[in-house]
């Protein structure tokens, strides 16, 4: 069967904890379909917002909400071993119930960066993905095993059926930018989960370059999700309704300057973008912080980067477009003024009609 189309929201873990609850029980009620937690690394800390652990948070929001489905959207293996990725996975499995619970893994080029993987050997990250995947696969289903693979080692006891555990499956996402990963995700992965910035020009290339990893593997790439991130916002108010995009967006666009140069080079051509272009946003983030780079963000930058943002209609017929180009699960890195009212707006007036669509 074809993947649901799903819409759930990319929650910055950067912000007070209260807050990420509050937004949390908003979600619920309007209907989203997931919250992704993108862990905040140290690099934000820089601009006046702390970095937390998604894998702290997620049982919280599991216990707050009802019905929204929690992702992690990602954890990256050099943080924790995969074993350890396992036991925290099942906490989060525990505390939401079935059906409840996506994992998503991924290198994380900043987190590289900032902890130094690299530096004194060399980082493999398409072995350390492929090896994640499976230890943390092969731990929760409870299985034991023995593997030493080129950048992890690990041994398992099996889990006795009378022991206490969760036993239904936890999908097992992959984040990908470049080819060679976006074809691993198409070979191993339930889903793949795209970067900020992703425009419907990239989720065509990133659909075609996963079906030929799934077509190596034997594999149906239809039966694989496909989650994308894209900056967000939305109000009556045209102007307000692009307010908060137009900030996330600077926040982003000064991230691929900064930290991430190489890696972004595709989702910044597919975008129309150049380095040059958007380095005036880098350049105003590290002078004056996110609200300096969002004016530097001009219309024609924010245009080009596709947000899902405006007035209620111009978010749905955005959507559609992301639909059409292959997106099976909108990611809505939603931002600025009372989030828990665009939620509302979201819920009332968007979600009826792209749902609607069949």
């Given at each position: 069967?074809?993947q649901p189309?799903?819409?759930?929201?990319?929650q910055?873990?950067?912000?007070p904890?209260?807050?990420?609850?509050?937004?949390?029980?908003?979600?619920?009620?309007a209907?989203i379909?997931t919250?992704?937690?993108?862990?905040a690394?140290p690099?934000?800390?820089?601009?006046?917002?702390?970095?937390?652990?998604?894998?702290?948070?997620?049982?919280?929001?599991a216990?707050?909400t009802?019905?929204?489905?929690?992702?992690?959207g990602i954890?990256?293996?050099?943080?924790?071993?995969?074993?350890?990725?396992?036991?925290?996975?099942?906490?989060?499995?525990?505390?939401?119930g079935?059906?409840?619970?996506?994992?998503?893994?991924?290198?994380s080029?900043?987190?590289?960066?900032?902890?130094?993987?690299?530096?004194r050997?060399?980082?493999?990250?398409?072995?350390?993905?492929?090896?994640?995947?499976?230890?943390?696969?092969?731990?929760?289903?409870?299985?034991g095993?023995e593997?030493?693979?080129?950048?992890?080692?690990?041994?398992?006891?099996?889990l006795?059926?009378?022991a206490?555990?969760?036993?239904?499956?936890?999908?097992v996402?992959?984040?990908?930018?470049?080819?060679?990963?976006?074809?691993?995700?198409?070979?191993?992965?339930?889903?793949?989960?795209?970067?900020s910035i992703?425009?419907p020009?990239?989720?065509?290339?990133?659909?075609e370059?996963?079906?030929?990893?799934?077509?190596?593997?034997?594999?149906?790439?239809?039966?694989?999700?496909?989650?994308?991130?894209?900056?967000?916002?939305?109000?009556?108010?045209p102007?307000?309704?692009?307010?908060?995009?137009?900030?996330?967006?600077?926040?982003?666009?000064?991230?691929?300057?900064?930290n991430?140069?190489?890696?972004?080079?595709?989702?910044?051509?597919?975008?129309?973008?150049?380095?040059?272009?958007?380095?005036?946003?880098?350049?105003?983030?590290?002078?004056?912080?996110?609200?300096?780079?969002?004016?530097?963000?001009?219309?024609?930058?924010?245009?080009?980067?596709?947000?899902?943002?405006?007035?209620?209609?111009?978010?749905?017929?955005?959507?559609?477009?992301?639909?059409?180009?292959?997106?099976?699960?909108?990611?809505?890195?939603?931002?600025?003024?009372d989030?828990?009212?665009?939620?509302?707006?979201?819920?009332?007036?968007?979600?009826?009609?792209?749902?609607?669509?069949?």
């Open positions: 069967m074809p189309f799903r819409v759930g929201v990319m910055l873990t950067m912000e904890l209260d807050e990420i609850l509050s937004h949390a029980r908003a979600m619920d009620r209907g379909d919250i992704w937690l993108a862990e690394y690099w934000w800390r820089k601009h006046s917002m702390e970095a937390r652990s998604t894998t702290a948070l997620s049982p919280l929001i216990a707050e009802d019905r929204l489905a929690i992702g992690w954890i990256s293996p050099y943080s924790r071993h995969p074993v350890q990725i396992a036991m925290e996975a099942r906490v989060t499995q525990e505390a939401a079935p059906g409840r619970f996506l994992l998503g893994l991924g290198a080029k900043i987190l590289m960066r900032e902890i130094g993987v690299g530096e050997t060399k980082a493999r990250p398409l072995a350390a993905i492929r090896e994640a995947a499976e230890i943390i696969r092969r731990t929760l289903g409870g299985e095993f593997l030493e693979g080129r950048e992890f080692t690990a041994r398992v006891p099996s006795p059926p009378d206490d555990a969760p036993r239904w499956e936890v999908p996402y992959v984040a990908a930018t470049g080819p060679k990963m976006l074809a691993l995700a198409g070979e191993i992965a339930d889903g793949l989960l795209t970067a992703t425009t020009a990239f989720v065509r290339y990133a659909r370059v996963m079906a030929e990893g799934a077509a190596r593997a034997g594999r149906d790439p239809d039966q694989i999700d496909v989650g994308c991130t894209i900056v967000a916002s939305i109000d009556h108010d102007a307000r309704g692009r307010d908060g995009a137009r900030e996330i967006a600077g926040m982003y666009l000064a991230n691929k300057v900064q991430i140069r190489g890696a972004a080079d595709v989702l910044l051509e597919k975008a129309g973008l150049s380095f040059d272009e958007i380095a005036p946003v880098a350049e105003a983030m590290e002078r004056g912080g996110r609200l300096a780079a969002k004016e530097a963000v001009t219309d024609e930058i924010l245009e080009k980067v596709k947000p899902i943002a405006g007035t209620p209609a111009e978010c749905i017929d955005r959507i559609r477009e992301y639909r059409e180009a292959g997106c099976t699960h909108i990611m809505l890195e939603l931002w600025g003024d989030r828990e009212r665009q939620l509302e707006l979201f819920g009332e007036e968007v979600l009826p009609a792209v749902k609607g669509d069949g």
